[in-house]
């Protein structure tokens, strides 16, 4: 048995030829601050432009600003009760109840509501995506994953240039166990026909706010 089997595998290398010769595997990559500081003009634009991409709304206002904005899109999206984050800001969203987490909302409760007003830690340019590290204005994962509609207010000082930087900017909330959530628009998937079906591992609905600091 064993002389047939050394007598296949001979054929099978012989048919398979002198191994390929491997290439050598560049490791170049790009490190953090490559593309320049966050927080300019192009990196805002492109992170605002990227967003869209995704179908998300994105509105980008001063910071007196703001409160307007929030009411007029929980207008239009008929939000009346909103959760926010045990430890977010004081945000101003006139006609809303804003129902601050605190106890904890349990999921049916989140469920009841209309959706969620959250700020993030920071976002990424590159790939227009916004991270959520479960401390202050983020809130813990569940708020931000229950309700069918985000509204996600970014500061855009906190608007990095790449992937690196985002990784190093999370470098202390990641090794203390925190932990991230990252959104790059409404949630979605799509099954093997390439249908594509909206809100299932997270809010259907996403309007973010970048405020110009």
Known sequence: MSGAREAVLARVRA?????????EVQRAYHQAGALGAGGGSVTVDRFCERVSDYRATVKRVRGDELPRALTAACALRGARRVAVPA???AWTVYGVEL???????????LDALDGVLS???LAIAETGTIVLDGTGA???RALTLV?????CVVRSHDIVPSVPDGVA???RV???GQPITLISGPSATSDIELDRVEGVHGPRTLDVFVVDC
């Open 99 to 109: 129902v601050r987490d605190d106890p904890p909302l349990s999921p049916r409760q």
């Open 174 to 176: 990641a090794a203390e």
């Open 15 to 23: 048919a398979l030829g002198p191994a390929a010769e491997i290439p």
């Open 147 to 151: 309700p069918d509609y985000h509204l």
């Open 138 to 140: 983020c809130g813990r």
């Open 119 to 121: 700020g993030c830690a």
């Open 87 to 89: 430890d977010a800001p």
């Open 169 to 171: 900017a999370l470098a």
